[in-house]
């Protein structure tokens, strides 16, 4: 794993800045302490800070073709180079390296911007062609490796890492007052846009092509086209035990690929179906040498701890379990804070970095569970998104008079499940477009509450929330869904997963120079789910209907069928107790007042009612705590020189 940079005139002159790449490659050191190196041309700079996984003795970058006309940087990990390699052997191309990134150069001298179909794994590339004087900039399928990007009058800065496009002189820091309105109601920021007016990001499954002056980004691949639309015909002639069976052989398949390595490896291990299944592949292949991880917390509702040791014990794992009390997750919470370059509002990025930072004592690459839920049907909004098709069979009547009244006797509660919050979101909205009413029922604040937060000197949408549906017609382009179900899926995938799942585990696993992997997420295994019809994955009430079919083979049943959890914090009580003198500080009124963002009284009178036991706020407090702590270090005037 690594981090890239690089500086590119757009006109081929020479660059007026061509020194600060060497500033931009040192504050990502984080991602690659191991190696460092640079590539210079009057008119581009490239660099790299190297995490040194394959090939570590010769696998340094830039990495050069034969004749030296073509350059690489990238970060990530191709798992099928060895595969590649034979080819091009085979073609007649000679290597100077056994690493994998040097399998992208020559590919490229195969197909061109092309090539980016062959390859199989995680990855940002910066290819610089100096025979075409063409930049190509790219991402993987997932979004798993991140890349941003600022274009000048005539240059284009690019980075892993918002922070290192700061030491290049003339980006502006003004908010994307939209982007901002957005992160209030997603938790996350949508792609393309960032935190800030002058930075994108380029969106999985993208290319960037600069040549001739000129900047084209287009998909390279796009999962829609293996989603079942409904003029496709029926493949209910195929057996269900003929899905089960390709299903767990791709899964074995995918975990294999992501054993490749020089270094140990590990995983995270939750006692869920997905780092569960896992664990039982990596045993069955590497058996006695696996390390799991795992975390516990002293909140009864919330540790998992006694269904990650009973997998631990089942297949012999070296086990490692952390304990996330209130006193170190609290000084995670900070220093993430200085760390993140956007807020992120998923409080899974604090146990997220304490156990990377606590597995980087024993290795240097861990796989983890992330994608399963928006490929096969995780959520508990997707049996939402069934009851909502009987709910609104009631008539109107009823609905106003019986459920409006239950929805005044719903618990509070500071449970990992707070049933009350999600049945109080389900009977508000769910006569809602279901695109809009499923990111509601998912979403930080309702719409609603995105209108009152506000204050009367915003200058961002009026109202706040006229723009929050607009991600969705972007991403729901083209893509036709044999059912609700399946677009709510396609949705998450594609935002949820991209935007915010797979930011926060890069941020929090690169904070400790931590290779993360994510075997759901090869691509061959994407497409294979994007095919399957919509009831194998969530057969009436039943979530991952067809993955808990696939690995019973593997797991206890108590595993496979146990409630879904995920990995959740508990932030509604720590807020009212532990949290609480640093929640009232940081949400002053003093405070809010002088930043001018918020509507004061709306933003305390949410503290007061979650303090008091009166309502659920902890989606809408938490999303504010987080912007404000990455405000008072990241935003205008905040200090910007943390690692």
Known sequence: MCGICGIFSLRLEPLT??????????RLWHRGPDSDGTFHLPHVALAIRRLSIIDLQTGNQPLSNEAGDITLVFNGEIYNYRELRTELVKRGHHFKTLSDGEVIVHQYEEQGPHCLRELNGMFAIALWDDRAKRLLLARDRAGEKPLYYWRGDQTLVFASEIKSLFEYPGIGRTMDPTALAQYFFYGHFPSPRSAYAEIKKLPAAHRMVVEGGNIRIDAYWRPQDYLRSPEQP???????????????????QAAESRLVSDVPLGVFLSGGIDSSTIVAIMSELTPGNVNTFSV??????FTEEPYSTLVAKRFRTRHHVLTADKSNMHQALLTLADHLDEPVADPAVIPT??????????????LSGEGSDELFGGYPTYIGARLAEYYLRIPGVLRRQVFARLRRFLPVSSTAVPVGLFLRRFLSHAEKNPAERHHIWFGMLAPTELDQLFSPDWT?????SREIFSPLARVLEGA???????????????????????VKIDRASMACSLELRTPYLDHRLIEFAEGL??????????????????????????IVYRQKRGFSVPIASWMRNELRPLLDETLSEKKLRQDGFFNVAFVRRLLREHWAGKADHRK????????QLWYDRWGSGGRTTQA
Request: glycine share 2%.
């Open 480 to 502: 036709r869904c044999d059912e609700t179900v399946s677009e709510m899926l396609y949705l998450d995938f594609r935002m949820y997963l991209e935007d915010n799942l797979l």
């Open 460 to 464: 961002g949408p009026q109202p706040p």
């Open 234 to 252: 029926p493949v209910t002639r195929r057996q269900e035990r003929e899905w089960v069976e390709e299903l767990a052989a791709r899964l074995r």
């Open 620 to 627: 809408a407090l938490w999303t504010l705590f987080c912007f």
């Open 353 to 366: 970095y304490m156990i990377s930072r606590f597995a980087r004592e024993h290795i240097k690459v861990a």
């Open 533 to 558: 019809p919509g009831n194998l994955k969530v057969r009436r009430f039943q979530l991952k209907y067809i993955l808990k079919k696939a690995v019973e083979r593997w797991l206890p049943h108590e």
């Open 17 to 26: 800045h061509g020194d600060r790449i060497d500033r931009m490659s040192a």
């Open 296 to 301: 516990h917390f002293p909140e009864k509702t």
